[in-house]
């Protein structure tokens, strides 16, 4: 079941419009009511674009429509009727549809594969991958077919290598990253498919990562922080704006210097320390990577 919500009148951010050459274009950013998800829909919104957002809790989709002057839809991305209903509302509310940001995720299951339940496995490629490309072909068949558009999928830094208890995350951002690339060399010229991949962000899904010991994860870092929504966000805009007119099948490192981290200091990763000894107490669809 889905409900959908929106708000009509001056848009809230009207004074930042225009920027980056997205005023006026609408935008659907599922996950988009808290972390990344909600940051990227915020300074979509503050660049003038119409935007939708999409989450389970109907509360929040109400509240964030509210505050970005645009509309949104409560519903899980992983029902098979979510994308083509997501899609209309916005055709219905906005009459276009140029930017879409795969952004909700789940990362269970958590653990080691040998023990990962075949249910919460098969249900973590629905959120992870089958979501993003049932969006994809609802937003092609609709409008980018004709009209073009962007899209921008976030996966995450972990998807290059492995690590403990995120084995099947990294396997469906793994997935998502090579979906990324294919979707790229089949829609383009008229639509642009990019990625972005984030490293430790500090968001509710990654707390029990960043929360036990952040000046000790963060000094392991080149650029010496964690990283915030936002600094996902400016990329993820980036890539949805005609900044990037000539990017397509890229993914752009959002990290904090997290691959490099070798070559800056030579002890532990602390993330794979909480990684081993701590669980994630949020593991629903919302901001990705568990990060």
């Not at 899904?205 to 400016?234: H, K, S, T, Y």
């Amino acid at each position: 079941m889905t409900s959908s919500y929106g708000l009509r009148g001056q848009h809230p951010l009207q004074g930042l419009q225009g920027l980056q050459g997205l005023q006026g274009r609408a935008a659907i950013v599922t996950g988009g009511t808290r972390g990344i998800g909600r940051a990227v829909a915020g300074q979509l919104a503050e660049a003038g674009a119409l935007v939708c957002v999409t989450a389970r809790d109907a509360d929040a989709v109400r509240r964030t429509a509210e505050e970005l002057g645009g509309v949104g839809l409560a519903g899980s991305v992983a029902d098979p009727a979510h994308p083509r209903a997501v899609t209309e509302l916005v055709l219905r509310e906005f009459g276009r549809l140029d930017v879409l940001v795969n952004n909700a995720a789940t990362n269970r299951p958590y653990g080691p594969l040998m023990a990962a339940d075949p249910d919460e496995w098969r249900e973590a490629f629905a959120l992870n991958v089958e979501a993003p490309l049932r969006l994809v072909q609802c937003a092609w068949r609709t409008w980018m077919a004709e009209h073009g558009g962007a899209v921008v999928n976030v996966c995450t830094e972990g998807a290059a290598h492995v690590g403990p208890n995120v084995g099947a995350y990294g396997t469906t951002k793994a997935a998502l990253l090579h979906l990324t690339r294919q979707l790229a060399g089949e829609l383009a010229p008229g639509v642009r498919v990019n990625s972005v991949s984030p490293g430790l962000v500090r968001t509710e899904m990654a707390r029990f990562v960043w929360e036990p010991g952040e000046r000790e994860v963060a000094a392991g870092l080149p650029l010496g922080r964690i990283g915030e929504p936002e600094d996902v966000a400016r990329a993820v805009v980036w890539l949805a704006s005609d900044a990037a007119q000539w990017v397509t099948g890229a993914d752009l490192l959002v990290d904090g210097g997290t691959r490099v981290r070798a070559a800056y200091a030579s002890t532990p990763y602390a993330v794979h320390d909480r990684l081993r000894s701590g669980a994630p107490t949020d593991t629903g669809p919302g901001s990705p990577s568990g990060r």
